[in-house]
């Protein structure tokens, strides 16, 4: 059984950073055979795709909405992705999910910002920012 758990989610103010993990753990998943995806959402509107990451950490891009302000990294070794949020606005107020994509490198593109091509989600983490 595959989990991805989110954390480091909070009440912040404009401004101010937060870094959100997502752990995985599986004895059938291999953390470094997946692009690994972070996306949000709000109440009534679709999953969001915010920032993604190649298995291999070598390709990262962003939604425009954050470009600039939020870094996604990752550590193969500890089965673990990253997201480092910074100058947070009030807009950024979501529930943030990561998500896992078999997708090969060559096909990262045509995966990463479709939610409903990602195999295994984590149960979210709110992130409130204040103004």
């Known amino acids: 059984q595959v989990q991805l758990v989110e954390s480091g989610g909070g009440l912040v103010q404009a401004g101010d950073s937060l870094r959100l993990s997502c752990a995985a753990s599986g004895d059938t998943f291999t953390f470094s055979n997946y692009n690994m995806g972070w996306f949000r959402q709000t109440p009534g509107r679709e999953r969001e795709f915010v920032a993604g990451i190649t298995r291999s950490g070598g390709t990262t891009h962003y939604a425009d909405s954050v470009k600039g302000r939020f870094t996604i990294s990752r550590d193969n070794a500890k089965s673990t992705v990253y997201l480092q949020m910074s100058s947070l606005k009030p807009e950024d107020t979501a529930v943030y999910f990561c998500?896992?994509?078999?997708?090969?490198?060559?096909?990262?593109?045509?995966?990463?910002?479709?939610?409903?091509?990602?195999?295994?989600w984590g149960q979210g983490t709110q992130v409130t920012v204040s103004s």
């Open positions: 998500a896992a994509n078999s997708a090969s490198e060559a096909n990262y593109y045509v995966y990463a910002t479709r939610a409903h091509l990602y195999g295994y």
